[in-house]
C-alpha cells in the first residue's frame, strides 16, 4: 500500500475509497493535487473539519498538493441535513465567514514549497455561471433515480426537501471538475457523510471530460456512547478562540474517556507509534495518571492555539486547582474560564460577599449552611488560601484582575465568580 494511505489507515482514517489499490498506485506516481471543501454555514471551522485538515496534512507530508476550497457558494445553500431543512444565512454574513475560515485553515497547512498548498472559493466560479448553462453542462449528467436513492434524500422524502437542498450535490460535483480543470486535481477527501457527493464529483469528471479522478471518506467520530465527537454540552468545539477559549479547548481533550483516547491520539497526536503505543499501556495499567490524556490534549492545542496559549491554559488549570498561584493568570485567561465553569455574575455594593456567598452563588454548594459546613471542615477556599471564617467579606484587594474571584471545595470543586460593582 502507498506510503500516505497506510498512515492514513493506521491513523483510522480511511472508511471508504473509490479502490484502494487505483488510488495507492496514482499516489504512487507522483505528486497528486487533492482537495478538501469546508462550507461557511457558521463562522469558525471545529474538530470534525480538524479531522480533514490532518489528512491533508498527511498528504501533503508524504509530497502531494493540498486545495483548501471554502465554499462561498455552496456556504449560501448548505448540505442537506437528515431532519429539516437548513436555514440560509444572508450573502454578507457568508461572505464575512468565508474570510474567517479561509484565515483559519490557512493556519493549519503549509504553503511553501513545490507542494504548497492553494485556498479557493467556489464563488468564483459559480457567480457568472447562468442558471440555463448549469442546467445543460452540469444538470445532464446526473439521473434524478440515483438522487432520490441518496440516504439523505430518502430520510427527507416524507418531511419534504427544497429543490434548493436537493441540487446540493451537482454544486458540490461542479467543484471537482472545475478543478480537475483549473488544477489536475485527482483527489477529494471528506467524511463518510460526504460520501454520495464525492462520489458523484468522481463521476461527473468521467462523464464530462473522460476524466478518472479518486474519493476517500473519512469515519464519523464518536465518543464512547455513540454521540458525535466534538460536542459538549455547552455545544461545539470550535477552532475559533473566541468560540471556544484554548482553555477550554484543552480542557475537553483532557477529559476524553480512555477507551477512546488512544483512538484520538492516532488521529491528531503528533507523537510516534512507539510513542503512542507506551500511552495506550499507560492507559491501560495506570489510567489515573491520564498520560494520554495530557499528551492529546497538549498536541492538538498546540497545533490549533500554539503552544503559547497551550501553556496558558495549563497554568490556569494549576492554578485552578490549587497547584500554582492564581494571581499570575490574566483578566482574559480569567474571563474564558469563568464563561467556560458557568458564569457566575455577582453585583456587590459597598460590602464585598462572603465566601458563604460566593460559594452558593456558584452552586459549589447546595445552601449557605453547606457552605458554611464546608468552611468549618476546612475544605473552603478563596483564590486558594483556605478561609476559616465564614461571614468575613472579601476585601477590593483580593479580587483577580479586579473582579474575579476563585472558589474552591476540596480539591476539585471550583467556581469562579465575576464580582462587579
Known amino acids: 500500500m502507498n506510503l500516505a494511505l497506510e498512515e492514513l489507515s493506521w491513523r483510522g482514517l480511511v472508511a471508504l475509497s473509490t479502490d484502494v489499490e487505483a488510488l495507492s498506485a496514482h499516489l ?38 493540498p486545495i483548501l476550497l471554502v465554499g462561498g457558494s455552496t456556504g449560501m445553500i448548505g448540505d442537506p441535513k437528515q431532519t429539516a431543512e437548513r436555514v440560509m444565512n444572508p450573502k ?7 474570510e474567517r475560515i479561509r484565515a483559519q485553515v490557512s493556519g493549519l497547512i503549509d504553503f511553501d514549497g513545490p507542494n504548497g498548498a492553494i485556498v479557493v472559493n467556489n464563488y468564483d466560479w459559480t457567480a457568472s455561471l447562468s442558471t440555463l448553462d448549469f442546467l445543460r453542462d452540469i444538470g445532464k449528467h446526473f439521473s434524478v433515480n440515483r438522487m432520490l ?22 454544486l458540490q460535483s461542479l467543484d ?6 483549473q488544477h489536475g486535481c485527482t483527489l477529494q477527501h471528506g467524511g463518510s457523510d460526504q460520501w454520495g457527493n464525492i462520489t458523484a464529483g468522481v463521476d461527473l469528471i468521467r462523464r464530462a471530460e473522460g476524466g478518472k479522478a479518486h474519493g476517500l471518506a473519512t469515519p464519523l467520530l464518536t465518543k464512547a456512547d455513540g454521540t458525535k465527537f466534538g460536542k459538549t454540552e455547552s455545544g461545539t468545539v470550535w477552532l475559533d478562540a473566541e468560540m471556544t477559549s484554548p482553555y477550554a479547548f484543552h480542557q475537553f481533550f483532557l477529559n476524553a474517556e480512555d477507551v477512546k483516547v488512544i483512538e484520538y491520539l492516532k488521529i491528531f497526536g ?49 492554578a485552578l486547582f490549587g497547584r500554582a498561584e492564581l494571581g499570575s493568570l490574566p483578566a482574559a485567561t480569567l474571563a474564558a474560564v469563568h464563561k467556560e465553569l458557568g458564569g457566575t455574575v455577582l453585583v456587590a455594593g459597598e460590602t464585598l460577599p462572603s465566601i458563604v456567598d460566593l460559594l452558593t452563588a456558584t452552586g459549589i454548594v447546595p445552601s449557605r449552611s453547606a ?51
Request: hydrophobic letters at 40%; glycine letters at 8%; proline letters at 3%.
Open 371 to 421: 457552605g458554611r459546613r464546608a468552611v468549618d471542615e476546612g475544605g473552603a477556599y478563596l483564590n486558594n488560601d483556605k478561609v476559616t471564617d465564614p461571614d468575613a467579606p472579601m476585601g477590593v484587594e483580593g479580587l483577580l484582575a479586579g473582579r474575579y474571584a476563585v472558589v474552591r471545595r476540596g480539591r476539585k470543586t471550583v467556581g469562579v465568580v465575576d464580582v462587579q460593582r
Open 176 to 181: 471537482y471538475l472545475e478543478l480537475f480543470r
Open 92 to 98: 454578507e454574513t457568508v461572505t464575512a465567514w468565508v
Open 28 to 65: 504512487d506516481a507522483g505528486q497528486v493535487t487533492f482537495y478538501i471543501g469546508f462550507d461557511p454555514t457558521a463562522p469558525s471551522i471545529h474538530m470534525g473539519n480538524l479531522v480533514q485538515m490532518i489528512v491533508a496534512r498527511t498528504l501533503q507530508k508524504h509530497g502531494h498538493r
Open 270 to 318: 503528533n507523537r510516534t507509534r512507539d510513542e503512542i503505543a507506551e500511552l495506550e499501556r499507560l492507559t491501560a495499567e495506570e489510567p489515573f495518571r491520564r498520560a494520554a490524556q495530557r499528551a492529546l490534549a497538549d498536541d492538538v492545542t498546540d497545533l490549533v492555539h500554539g503552544r503559547q496559549e497551550r501553556e496558558a491554559a495549563t497554568a490556569a488549570a494549576d
Open 149 to 170: 436513492d441518496r440516504e439523505v434524500v430518502k430520510a427527507r422524502l416524507e418531511t419534504g426537501i427544497s429543490y434548493t437542498e436537493f441540487s446540493y450535490v451537482l
